[in-house]
C-alpha cells in the first residue's frame, strides 16, 4: 500500500443544484450514485462568484467543479469551485 497526503477531489456539480445565500461560508455535500459522500467547507464570497460565473454564462452551459483535498474520509479540505462553459463542438472543416 502506498501512502499519500491526501487524495486531490475534482467533482461535476449541477449547477440547477446550487443556491443563493448570503451565508459567510456555505458546507456543501455531495454524493455518488454508488453512496459515497463528502462534504466540503466553500466561503461565501468564493460561493456567490460561482453563482454569478453561472448566471452570466447560463446554467444550461456551465460547468461546475468542486475542488478540493481530502485527508480524511468525506471531508474535503481546501475546498473551491471552478466554473467554466461547455465546450461546443467546432463545425467540421469543409473539405473543396
Same mark, same amino acid.
Given at each position: 500500500m502506498l501512502s499519500v497526503k491526501s487524495l486531490k477531489i475534482a467533482a461535476v456539480l449541477d449547477p440547477a443544484q446550487l443556491m443563493p445565500t448570503d451565508a459567510k461560508s456555505v458546507t456543501l455535500k455531495v454524493t455518488t450514485p454508488? +453512496? @459515497?459522500?463528502a462534504s466540503a467547507v466553500v466561503s461565501g464570497k468564493s460561493?456567490?462568484?460561482?453563482?454569478?460565473? %453561472?448566471? @452570466? %454564462? +447560463? =446554467?444550461?452551459?456551465? &460547468? &461546475? =467543479?468542486l475542488q478540493g483535498a481530502m485527508k480524511k474520509p468525506g471531508e474535503i479540505e481546501g475546498a473551491g469551485l471552478a466554473v467554466t462553459a461547455k465546450k461546443t463542438p467546432e463545425p467540421a472543416p469543409v473539405v473543396a
Open positions: 454508488e +453512496g @459515497a459522500t460561493y456567490r462568484r460561482a453563482l454569478a460565473a %453561472i448566471a @452570466a %454564462i +447560463g =446554467v444550461d452551459q456551465a &460547468v &461546475v =467543479v
